[in-house]
């Protein structure tokens, strides 16, 4: 088993303790494919309420979900929930940043697989569609925290003059 036998404190479930607006679900069809190409890997069992990495932790990996819920947050704000097909900690291969950026822990008993970065880099050479999955999926979650913070529409306008 990984990750830290901490337990969070419960709040309102899928509520954000910002806004009190529910948090993003994760889309099916962008995760679609990235499960089968894990799925006779080994897996790892996380508790309910067991932190999987917390926010300024290292990376080392980035975590697929074969079944449980796990919930995406920093601080009091909740950033998403992510249930089977969906990944987590995906920006330590894409970016290589030293820190995580938020808390992820499990909302049910959870399945995971873990992704290094050799494995990320052969699923990218072996399966194109697969990076295409995970840019997908950090443009919405970009978007979903553009929405957050900028909640009108963006209007057209003129362009700036320099």
């Given at each position: 088993m990984i990750g830290n036998?901490?337990?969070?404190?419960?709040?309102?479930?899928?509520?954000?303790?910002e806004n009190g607006e529910p948090p993003e679900q994760p889309v099916a069809p962008e995760n679609e494919n990235i499960l089968p190409l894990l799925v006779n890997?080994?897996?790892?069992?996380?508790?309910?309420?067991?932190?999987?990495?917390t926010e300024g932790d290292p990376p080392t990996c980035m975590y697929v979900v074969k079944a449980g819920a796990l919930r995406i947050r920093s601080g009091g704000v909740i950033y998403e929930d992510v249930g089977?097909?969906?990944?987590?900690?995906?920006?330590?291969l894409v970016e290589r940043y030293p820190a995580r950026s938020a808390t992820v822990y499990a909302l049910t008993d959870c399945e995971l697989?873990?992704?290094?970065?050799?494995?990320f880099s052969s699923l990218v050479a072996e399966a194109p569609h697969f990076a295409l999955r995970v840019m997908q999926i950090l443009s919405r979650r970009l978007r979903a925290m553009d929405r957050r913070y900028r909640p009108e529409?963006?209007?057209?306008?003129?362009?700036?003059e320099p």
């Amino acid at each position: 088993m990984i990750g830290n036998p901490r337990t969070l404190p419960r709040g309102k479930p899928g509520v954000s303790g910002e806004n009190g607006e529910p948090p993003e679900q994760p889309v099916a069809p962008e995760n679609e494919n990235i499960l089968p190409l894990l799925v006779n890997e080994p897996h790892i069992a996380l508790q309910s309420g067991q932190v999987l990495f917390t926010e300024g932790d290292p990376p080392t990996c980035m975590y697929v979900v074969k079944a449980g819920a796990l919930r995406i947050r920093s601080g009091g704000v909740i950033y998403e929930d992510v249930g089977p097909g969906g990944i987590v900690g995906e920006m330590a291969l894409v970016e290589r940043y030293p820190a995580r950026s938020a808390t992820v822990y499990a909302l049910t008993d959870c399945e995971l697989v873990a992704v290094d970065e050799a494995r990320f880099s052969s699923l990218v050479a072996e399966a194109p569609h697969f990076a295409l999955r995970v840019m997908q999926i950090l443009s919405r979650r970009l978007r979903a925290m553009d929405r957050r913070y900028r909640p009108e529409p963006l209007v057209a306008r003129e362009p700036l003059e320099p």
